[in-house]
């Protein structure tokens, strides 16, 4: 129970850090990271020291700048996967003559999806 608690705290604590830094490459991240683990020590947060510890081994251990690009492209790739799915479900809806109010919560769906691709590919450029 205690290690899935600690798995994930570090999820938790590390992940805004991850995203944060992502485009910045690896010393951007491993930065973030020890900044944050002087902050936790500096509050007396013996957890988060230890979960942020493991964060920055692990980043020191597997984080290569192509490593990032690749993660950076897989998650564009997703997003435009997500956007045509979520088109093909208001085209449907429209050919089946489902409500306007269906429609308009699938045309919701692709507004958000248009964005988060947007923001991936962004992401992904930096």
């Known amino acids: 129970m205690k290690l899935a608690f600690k798995a ?12 944060a830094a ?3 490459g690896c010393d951007a991240k491993r ?11 500096a509050h007396g ?4 020291v ?10 020191n251990a597997n984080c ?9 492209q897989r998650k564009v790739a997703a997003a435009q996967k ?9 085209q449907k809806a429209k050919s089946e003559g489902k409500s306007a109010k ?3 919560e699938r045309q919701h769906k692709v507004d958000e999806a248009h964005a988060d691709l947007e923001r991936a590919q962004t992401e992904a450029n930096e």
């Open 45 to 48: 947060n013996a957890n988060r």
């Open 64 to 72: 290569t700048d192509e490593s990032l690009k690749s993660e950076a």
């Open 31 to 41: 930065s973030s990271i020890e900044q944050e683990i002087a902050y936790a020590r």
């Open 102 to 104: 269906k429609i308009a």
């Open 22 to 24: 992502q485009s910045k």
């Open 8 to 19: 994930l705290l570090l999820v938790s604590l590390a992940s805004p850090l991850y995203c």
């Open 82 to 90: 997500k956007l045509d799915e979520r088109q093909h479900d208001l």
């Open 50 to 59: 230890d979960g942020l510890e493991t964060a920055l081994a692990r980043l």
